[in-house]
């Protein structure tokens, strides 16, 4: 479900210029790549053409002095001052050029009926857009509501206007770079075509993430000065930027706290001995550990009392694992699969436990134990399961997902537990799957074909993100979405009493 076949017109490349048709044609081989023509010619080719997808590629001048010859800019919108189309799946060609290793900058393309040199170039780089050139809004709009994208080169700047002696220059360094981008504007045809996207019910964030978060807003709004966090607050680097941005300051240790700070320490739990040296800095601490995480050290610290070795299945990485581990270091020993479980020693067969990392994937975990029953019959099992409520159900819907869709996209954090076994999860069902931080990650590679694509995010991920991949693929073609719901979830947990 991809490609031409899907849309009354074929899609077109629209190059304005000989020059750029003679860049960009020869490297995209079967693909309709038509001259325009220069400025209102293109108007012309637009008016006479029956809509259908378009996507523009040819050269421009920036307007933002952050640009440089060869620089590439992609359109999400484009505009005149009065009219604008947008172009939502700019993300994805961005990401793709960016994975070529091009300079790409995303963002609004101006468009002027003639070359904007002197006070009308300052004046337009000041309403924010990029770059500006003569003819792409017109040729978007041929599109007609189609799939509409916009590559565009830059040959001139604010510094180095086009009459200029080097232009030549660098006009041959922006045809070089448009001839370099074909194969991703190739990608972004092949990747069109409408598509149903199957959201997984539940997603995103869990109520730890949620009570994490909220404790870092709390502790903001209630210092003046800095609020320090002891790593990630969560494992999502878009939560951290946003925090970032707000105030927070990331610190790996306590040592890095200034003395009688206010410290939060992060969902997922962290040593004694953190505690600790926290408070010997006199540090205003509060922590944001999950309660399910602090369920799972309770239960180690009585099973080190009673005197067992607890084998612990995790990721011995993790910082969820090493906190654990902190709880009692002399008797928990980590076990991260299957091969492990069967050559692991303990120092008295009949007295040991096992606990389990809250984010692992369930049936991995169970694996794990079924071989450390089999061992040690006298294995002392948690008194519920540790694995959390928000993992074993994001894990259920995944299952479900991919039980349907030619391709599973996972939105998080490739050092979030959870969102990293989602992945796997859903490739055990058969079913591709990738995980991404966010769309720009998205290859259009893996959407070629993929006319069922199930969406979910681990459950450290906003749920915009997951919203803005949506929206991105409907920049390829028409989109259906469906709720593919598996559960409920309406576990909330208070805060802690620090900010409550």
Excluded at 43 to 59: M, Q
Excluded at 141 to 155: D, I, L, N
Excluded at 245 to 267: I, K, N, T, W, Y
Excluded at 477 to 497: A, I, K, M, N, S
Aim: charged share 20%.
């Amino acid at each position: 479900m991809n490609g031409a076949a899907d849309h009354a017109v074929a899609p077109v490349v629209a190059t304005p210029l000989r020059t750029e048709h003679a860049a960009v044609a020869p490297a995209l081989p079967g693909t309709p790549v038509v001259r325009t023509g220069r400025g209102a010619r293109s108007s012309a080719w637009a008016r006479d053409r029956a809509a259908g997808p378009v996507l523009v590629a040819g050269v421009a001048g920036a307007l933002s002095p952050d640009l440089r010859p060869g620089d590439l800019v992609v359109a999400d919108q484009v505009t005149d001052g009065t009219t604008t189309v947008c172009s939502p799946a700019a993300p994805l060609l961005a990401g793709a050029l960016t994975r070529r290793g091009l300079p790409v900058h995303v963002g609004t393309l101006a468009t002027s009926p003639s070359v904007v040199t002197g006070a009308a170039r300052t004046a337009l780089a000041a309403t924010g857009a990029l770059a500006v050139d003569t003819e792409t809004l017109p040729l978007a709009s041929a599109a007609g509501g189609a799939p509409f994208a916009a590559v565009r080169a830059v040959v001139d700047t604010p510094t180095a206007p086009l009459l200029h002696p080097g232009t030549p220059g660098r006009g041959l360094t922006a045809l070089r770079a448009l001839r370099a981008a074909a194969p991703a504007m190739a990608e972004w045809l092949a990747a069109l075509g409408p598509r149903e996207v199957l959201l997984a019910s539940p997603r995103s964030f869990c109520a730890g993430v949620t009570r994490a978060i909220d404790t870092v807003e709390r502790e903001l709004q209630r210092h003046q000065g800095p609020v320090y966090v002891r790593r990630q607050i969560v494992h999502n680097a878009h939560v951290v930027r946003s925090l970032e941005q707000r105030g927070a300051v990331f610190v790996e240790e306590v040592d890095d706290v200034p003395v009688g700070s206010p410290l939060v320490l992060a969902a997922h739990g962290v040593a004694p001995a953190v505690h600790a040296a926290a408070a010997d800095r006199g540090l205003a601490v509060v922590d944001a550990t999950c309660p399910l995480v602090s369920k799972v050290h309770a239960e180690v610290r009585r099973a080190a009392r009673r005197g067992e070795t607890v084998l612990l299945i995790g990721h011995r990485e993790h910082e969820e694992v090493e906190g654990t581990v902190g709880e009692a270091p002399d008797d928990v020993v980590v076990v991260a699969d299957v091969d492990q479980a069967r050559t692991v020693a303990v120092r008295d067969p009949e007295r040991v436990s096992y606990a389990v990392q809250t984010t692992l994937a369930v049936d991995e975990a169970e694996a794990v134990a079924a071989v450390l029953r089999d061992r040690f019959p006298a294995l002392r099992a948690p008194r519920r399961d540790d694995i959390c409520y928000a993992t074993t159900n994001r894990q259920q819907a995944v299952r479900a997902l991919a039980a349907q869709a030619d391709l599973v996209l996972v939105v998080g954090s490739a050092n979030s537990s959870n969102s990293v076994r989602l992945v796997e999860v859903a490739r055990r069902a058969g079913c591709p799957a990738h995980l991404v931080e966010d769309a720009a990650q998205v290859d259009l590679r893996w959407l070629a074909g993929a006319g069922r694509i199930g969406l979910s995010a681990g459950a450290s991920a906003p749920p915009h993100l997951v919203d803005e991949l949506v929206t991105c693929l409907s920049g390829l073609g028409p989109v259906r979405v469906q709720d593919v719901h598996v559960t409920d979830e309406d576990v909330t947990f208070t805060l802690p009493p620090e900010v409550s």
